[in-house]
Structure formats: C-alpha cells, structure tokens
T-cell receptor, first 117, second 115 residues
Framework: AQTVTQSQPEMSVQEAETVTLSCTYD???????LFWYKQPPSRQMILVIR??????QNATENRFSVNFQKAAKSFSLKISDSQLGDAAMYFC??????????????FGQGTRLTINP | ETGVTQTPRHLVMGMTNKKSLKCEQH?????MYWYKQSAKKPLELMFV???????ENNSVPSRFSPECPNSSHLFLHLHTLQPEDSALYLC??????????????FGPGTRLTVT
C-alpha cells in the first residue's frame, strides 16, 4: 500500500518570503499522480498543483512550484512571495495511475502554514 | 466554490439518532467519494462510487451507509454512531476516462459531533 509522509506539522514564513513544504511517499508503482491541496480555515479543500510521475518537468502554477524527485520519492511544494491568504493546512496526496476509473487519494498528515505579516 | 456542495455544514446528533449527509456536484463528474477527516489523522477514504456503483468500501462500520442515486448526488446515512465518529466528513467528485486530469474536487465538509 502507498503511504504519504509530511514531516513538518507546522511551518511559518514572513509575508513576501519563500517557503518549502516537504512530502515523501512510498510506492512500488511507476506511474502515478501527486497533488498538493490547500485547506484554509473555511475547510474547503482546494487543489493547488498536480504532477504526473511520467513528466520530468516540475509543475508550476503562478507562485506555486514543486520539486519532484522520482528516484528519491520526494515531492516538495515551494511557495514564492508568500501572501496572508496562503495561510492554511497543506496536504500532499498520491493517486495511482494511469487507471481510467475512480481512484482514491492517499493523503499525508498535513502541514499547517502560518504567514507572519 | 469548487462546484461541490454539502449539507448540512454542521450537525450534532445523539448516539441513537438517524441522520443523513448530502453531497451534490455540479461539475458533470461520474465518480464521487466520501472521506473522513479526524483531528491529527490523515484523511481517510470511506467510500467510492463510480457511475453510481460502489467500487470501494474501505472497511467502514455498517453504521455508515452510503447511497448514490445518480451521478450528481451522494448521501451518507448515519445511525447509532459513536463519539469517536465525530469528525469532518468531506465529499469529493472526479471525472474518469482516458486523458482526464483525475483531480478530485472537494466540498466544504460537514462537521459532525456525536454526543
């Protein structure tokens, strides 16, 4: 079974600075998808970024980017120019692929990110 | 707004009550999920429905009973719950098929307290 580990329960960063959240996973599969979700105090889980394992290029979405190291099974999230609205719980998630059917997400424990003004 | 709604947002129930949680998705997806989020634990998958058929039941106690009458609606029927069932219950939906991004879209959750 796949597992996802987020070793940082809490992180804090000054507004406008850069922060990196860590995620490692364990799998014997070669094809899969990785996601970062954000859960603000409103509890709405929002997709931040997605990475396909077969792609060597790291995904980027505006101020959010990942460092995907397939051999090391590492998938970190970098947030640049941190904003107060980035404060939330961040979850790393794994999905087996490329199956076409419904597939569960396996989540890490989450990292609570605080932005200091 | 992610296109997935859940009602009620908050629910307090006694151990002998029967209640239902409702989820509705407006995204045209054909797969729906129930997750349980407890304090200090990772999100746990409870049920998966694909094309209105249950495809996964993650060893959930029978006091939780899912129902998926169509691809847009998902219910979780609750009866004789225990205090340890208090948690945030999240519904999600996704599309299945070739070349689909596969990400799941989540609702805002129902905060359940069992007294």
């Amino acid at each position: 079974a796949q597992t996802v580990t987020q070793s940082q329960p809490e992180m804090s960063v000054q507004e406008a600075e850069t922060v990196t959240l860590s995620c490692t996973y364990d799998t014997s599969e070669s094809d899969y998808y990785l996601f970062w979700y954000k859960q603000p105090p409103s509890r709405q889980m929002i997709l931040v970024i997605r990475q396909e394992a077969y792609k060597q290029q790291n995904a980027t979405e505006n101020r959010f980017s990942v460092n995907f190291q397939k051999a090391a099974k590492s998938f970190s999230l970098k947030i640049s120019d941190s904003q107060l609205g980035d404060a939330a719980m961040y979850f790393c998630a794994y999905r087996s692929g490329p199956y076409q059917g419904a597939q569960k997400l396996v989540f890490g424990q989450g990292t609570r990110l605080t932005i200091n003004p | 707004e992610t296109g997935v709604t859940q009602t009620p947002r908050h629910l307090v129930m006694g151990m002998t009550n029967k209640k239902s949680l409702k989820c509705e998705q407006h995204l045209g997806h054909n797969a729906m999920y129930w997750y349980k989020q407890s304090a200090k634990k990772p999100l746990e998958l409870m049920f998966v429905y694909s094309l209105e058929e249950r495809v996964e039941n993650n060893s959930v106690p029978s006091r939780f009973s899912p129902e998926c009458p169509n691809s847009s609606h998902l219910f979780l029927h609750l009866h004789t719950l225990q205090p340890e069932d208090s948690a945030l219950y999240l519904c999600a939906s996704s599309q299945t098929g070739t070349g689909i991004p596969y990400e799941q879209y989540f609702g805002p959750g129902t905060r359940l307290t069992v007294t």
